[in-house]
Nanobody, 123 residues
Framework: QMQLVESGGGLVQAGGSLRLSCAAS????????MGWFRQAPGKEREFVAW????????SYADSVKGRFTVSRENAKNTVYLQMNSLKPEDTAVYHC????????????????WGQGTQVTVSS
């Protein structure tokens, strides 16, 4: 069993930056591929980024490529999402998720989820 807790969300103006963190419980954090997803009101949950067990490789949705960076510190059981050049369309609840078995951009293939943190970008 793994528990995930996100933090770092908030309100920011367009063009600004935020850094999200996701702290995981347990001692087997490096067994898991980690993903970030987001869900805006009235929309389906969508893939943002994933990171492999030891930090490389990574993958990003086209909509965030070049602006967001995913990283992890296995010694701290934490994964991060650095978000730069934020746009109003990035407004959503951001969730981190964990899975064993390899990379995936499908939320259906992740086993554990955090409650999410709200990111609001004003224009």
């Amino acid at each position: 069993q793994m528990q995930l807790v996100e933090s770092g969300g908030g309100l920011v103006q367009a063009g600004g930056s935020l850094r999200l963190s996701c702290a995981a419980s347990g001692r087997t954090f490096n067994f898991y591929y980690m993903g970030w997803f987001r869900q805006a009101p009235g929309k389906e949950r969508e893939f943002v980024a994933w990171i492999s067990r030891y930090g490389s490789p990574t993958s990003y949705a086209d909509s965030v490529k070049g602006r967001f960076t995913v990283s992890r510190e296995n010694a701290k059981n934490t994964v991060y999402l650095q978000m730069n050049s934020l746009k109003p369309e990035d407004t959503a609840v951001y969730h981190c998720a964990a899975r064993i078995g390899g990379s995936s951009s499908s939320p259906k293939e992740y086993n554990y989820w955090g409650q999410g943190t709200q990111v609001t970008v004003s224009s």
